[in-house]
């Protein structure tokens, strides 16, 4: 009995993400404040978006076959926000690491 109820509780579980799964995806812009680290290469990545609006950062899952995006980058998502998937990414702004940022700035002002 406990096997049967807990075949249907999985089921009724997966049927609510695929009906999540099917609505039309939000659009979110913010700046990527870290990104997760690639475990392997089939392994979706986390990345930690700062939208502006709020003190809250919200991770989404990125991917596997998407590309790294830098630290700081502003990027607009389209995003499931019922199983927190990222389906596109567009770069808005790339801005420069911290390191070649400083670079750039000295070889300026010289």
Known sequence: MAAIAAFGALSAYLLVLAC???????????????????????????????????????????????PDIATGTQVRLRVSRGTRTIRSAELVRVTMPEGDRVKALQQNAS
């Open 20 to 66: 999540l799964e099917r609505r039309e995806p939000d659009t979110v812009t913010g700046e990527v404040l870290r990104m997760e680290p690639r475990r392997g290469k089939e392994v979706a990545r986390f990345l930690a978006l700062d939208e502006g609006k709020t003190d809250l950062t919200t991770a989404w899952a990125l991917p596997a076959a998407s």
